[in-house]
């Protein structure tokens, strides 16, 4: 009897990623004991590079810190409301990029492993869990991302009764500053922007003219890529983080319009006219030395990547701290397997979490983390804790996951589930009778100005209905003591 209270008394997390260490963080919080089981060093990844918790592999960035007309900066507002471990720890080691947040990586992981191993009610397990325990073995939090074992992914596979689904994401190289040419690139942020933590001049800016730009596209459609494996070949790329060659692969102005885009942008050096195109470089450590250029993604071989990105005007002299990359994401049909309170319909002592789930981003994942940590909380203390409304953005991020791109009236209908970055278009439509402000003399907003008032009003209704969800649910505050 008494063996069975502990076991009910416990949590256990796999995966010490952006999700699974959040989740760890606000169990504990909510004074439930935690053991959070993270196999690294004693089986590493392709991707990872360190033994710390919450590495970040990809992109140092946490994307747009706007709450007031940007979806990711509200749920990065949401998760503070919330006291993330993940925010508290990138508002702390913030470096300057414009409007968005991005952080030195190495200071906050180190920060987040620091809390965790610090808490009196989280213990670290350097272990690997091969599968899935049993429907009597307590409650678990299974997050461990897209670089899951394969032993893992198999169990899981083969517990959810379904195909594994998967898609590659890519990784940006990473620039040595002093490499980078200041007679040819300049610094600014696209219209100015300072974001926190920022001047408006926060970003490297490399320019390219027509000449240059053709010939650039011209050597990323003959690069030498990464042959894929058989298993691996009918693998999609996940949209938001496309491999720049195969950008350019879709059309010649494909970058121009994408991460090479050159507006909002003003060469300041003499003699210079607009440019054709910009590259643009995001400062990735607090030492401002690193610098990661943004958008750019690739699945070619590191020769060539530096060969091809050295044609880029103010790079023709880089020096790189590390080149881009690819690894291959799993992530599960939640939709079907899944229930609101992120449990395995099949077996619900199983809660999953990040992008397995089927979130994409840094910040997509760990607010699925913060919330399977309270639902199991919730459960272990024996009280209910409902799903955030879905005018909120971490509403909106728990119905996608579990409802998919159907409403519940279309449930059963065929259906193609992808990972999905929290938007606008996860969200409620505003009430009928909301009406756009008007201006001193009467007249609705028009053009981009209607599209802010939207959002604004939609942020503004979030904010109300995530602090009623708050102090509605008294479950989970910090234990005495």
């Not at 994307?63 to 508290?88: F, K, P, W, Y």
């Not at 009610?121 to 073995?137: Q, V, Y």
């Not at 990784?171 to 980078?180: G, K, T």
């Not at 209704?461 to 649910?473: E, F, M, N």
Request: glycine residues 10%.
């Amino acid at each position: 009897m008494v063996a069975a209270m502990q076991k009910q008394q416990l949590i256990n997390i796999v995966g010490g990623g952006l999700a699974g260490s959040e989740a760890a963080w606000q169990a504990a919080q909510a004074g439930v004991r935690v053991v959070l089981h993270e196999m690294r060093p004693v089986r590493g990844t392709d991707a990872h590079k360190t033994d710390g918790l919450a590495e970040l592999v990809c992109s140092n960035s946490f994307r747009s810190d706007d709450a007031q007309t940007n979806a990711v900066g509200l749920i990065h507002q949401e998760m503070r409301s919330c006291n993330s471990l993940i925010m508290a720890s990138a508002d702390a080691h913030q470096v300057p990029a414009g409007g968005a947040l991005a952080v030195d990586r190495h200071g906050f992981s180190d920060a987040v492993t620091k809390a965790l191993e610090d808490h009196p009610l989280i213990e670290i397990c350097r272990e690997e869990i091969p599968g899935l325990p049993g429907p009597d073995s307590g409650l678990w939090i299974f997050a461990t991302g897209p670089l899951t074992s394969e032993p893992l992914a198999k169990a899981i596979a083969a517990a959810s009764g379904e195909t594994e689904l998967a898609f590659f994401d890519a990784i940006a190289p990473i620039v040595h500053r002093e490499s980078v040419n200041m007679d040819i690139a300049w610094f600014q942020s696209r219209y100015d922007k300072a974001g926190p933590g920022g001047t408006g001049s926060d970003y490297l800016n490399c320019p390219m003219d027509k000449a240059q730009y053709e010939a650039f596209v011209d050597a990323l459609l003959a690069a030498d890529t990464v042959e894929f494996h058989d298993w691996e070949a009918n693998t999609p790329y996940f949209d938001g983080c496309l491999p720049i060659e195969i950008m350019a692969a879709r059309g010649r102005e494909t970058l121009r319009h994408g991460p090479m885009k050159p507006v909002g942008l003003t060469n300041p050096h003499p003699g210079t006219e607009k440019p054709y195109a910009v590259v643009q470089l995001r400062q990735d450590n607090a030492l401002a030395t690193l610098w990661n250029m943004v958008g750019f993604q690739t699945k070619m071989r590191y020769g060539t990547q530096a060969d091809i990105f050295r044609m880029i005007p103010g790079l023709e002299n880089a020096e790189f701290a590390r080149l881009g990359g690819l690894h291959r994401n799993t992530y599960m049909n939640s939709p079907k397997l899944l229930d609101p309170q992120l449990r395995l319909k099949s077996q619900p002592n199983l809660r999953f979490a990040g992008q397995m789930t089927g979130v994409e981003g840094y910040v997509e994942s760990a607010a699925s983390g913060l919330l399977a940590g309270r639902f199991a909380a919730a459960e272990v203390l024996g009280r209910a804790l409902g799903q955030p409304p879905a005018t909120t953005a971490l509403g909106a991020l728990v119905n996608h996951i579990t409802l998919g791109h159907l409403s519940a009236e279309q449930q059963g209908a065929p259906r193609s589930f992808q990972p999905m970055n929290v938007n606008f278009g996860l969200f409620p439509p505003l009430a009928d009778d909301w009406q756009y402000p008007r201006d001193e003399h009467g007249r609705k907003p028009k053009g981009k100005a209607k599209s802010v008032a939207r959002k604004q009003a939609m942020t503004q209704r979030a904010r109300i209905d995530l602090a009623h969800w708050l102090t509605a649910q008294s479950a989970l505050t910090p234990a005495a003591g």
